[in-house]
């Protein structure tokens, strides 16, 4: 097949190229800089400059697809935008023929969990307006399967890491792992949470796209298991060999900081994902797939860290 990854440039899209072609896929690249797609995988994939707000710019980038997968980001105090250009981008994909179309969600849509562990069948009630509009563009394009024409299907893992992850809300602790020096973490560090490895979701995207069996539906990702920030962050600055220093803001000090900073200050009524973890149930993409990748914290970890440092040295080279 040939897929077309919009919003290439991401954590998600970056992670999604080799999978896709060990499973002997085609790639396409969207995004709106080039030099960036380019600089992604060099004589291993097609990239395409576009602006997925306009729709004769999506339909071009849509276009000769067997299916897309949309992991578009917006500015996390914009997410407002996201439901009318994944709609412009679902009418392009039918324009052009496209078959499949993967949505990479994520847990907001949930809203506060009411059961220890979450299955797909959980409510979708989200109480904060980055919920609000995630379960919008979630129901845009679940809305729009069709068994006969443009099929659709959306994944939701939960908070994430890797070593794309820029805008993850652990990479600082990555980042001075590496540094040696004093990470400032979300709080509270010592509550338990889960993370997917940025790796283990492209695999199961690069496994599930050419399942017609598997579509007209949602699917939870599951991670390794539970584990407190502070235990994450521990094994980074193990793997760099540094030791740990780290520093951690609660609702407060977000709230604080949110005065002159309107990310912290769209951060607040996220937080409830620090006090009220969403574990998920992956029982459900275990059906269709069978085992999936859930790649343990320590060598997940390792492996971000030593690409990290790999990266941070090409580039040293580069220069």
Not at 30 to 47: F, Q, Y
Request: aromatic share 6%; proline share 7%; net charge neutral.
């Amino acid at each position: 097949m040939h897929v077309a990854i919009f919003g290439a440039a991401g954590a998600v899209g970056r992670n999604l190229v080799q999978p896709l072609l060990a499973h002997g896929h085609s790639v396409r690249l969207v995004g709106r800089r080039l030099a960036v797609l380019d600089a992604i995988a060099p004589g291993r994939a097609e990239s395409v400059s576009a602006d997925l707000n306009d729709p004769a710019q999506a339909c071009a980038a849509a276009r000769g697809a067997d299916a897309i997968v949309y992991c578009a980001g917006q500015p996390y105090d914009h997410f407002e935008r996201h439901t009318p250009m994944t709609a412009t981008c679902l009418d392009a994909a039918r324009a052009e023929g496209v078959g499949r179309f993967i949505l990479i969600s994520n847990v907001y849509p949930y809203g506060k969990p009411q059961t220890a562990t979450v299955a797909e069948t959980h409510p979708r009630a989200p109480h904060t307006k980055k919920g609000a509009y995630r379960k919008q563009q979630e129901d845009v394009v679940l809305a729009a399967h069709d068994p006969a024409g443009l099929r659709t299907l959306s994944l939701r893992p939960g908070d994430f890491y890797g070593p794309d992850a820029e805008l993850s809300f652990v990479r600082s602790a990555f980042d001075n792992a590496i540094a040696g020096g004093t990470c400032d973490l979300v709080g509270p560090i010592d509550a338990p949470h889960e993370f997917v490895f940025m790796p283990d979701l492209a695999e199961i995207v690069a496994r599930i796209v050419d399942r017609d069996d598997a579509y007209g539906t949602a699917y939870n990702v599951p991670s390794a298991g539970s584990i407190t920030t502070r235990e994450l962050a521990k094994l980074a600055y193990d793997a760099a060999g540094n030791p740990l220093r780290l520093r951690a803001a609660n609702k407060l000090v977000i709230r604080a900081m949110g005065i002159a900073n309107p990310i912290f200050r769209e951060l607040v009524e996220m937080h409830y994902l620090w006090t009220e973890p969403v574990f998920l149930d992956g029982a459900k993409v275990r059906a269709v797939l069978g085992d999936v990748p859930t790649t343990p914290y320590a060598d997940g970890v390792a492996a971000t860290i030593a690409a990290m440092r790999a990266a941070s040295l090409q580039t040293s080279r580069v220069a």
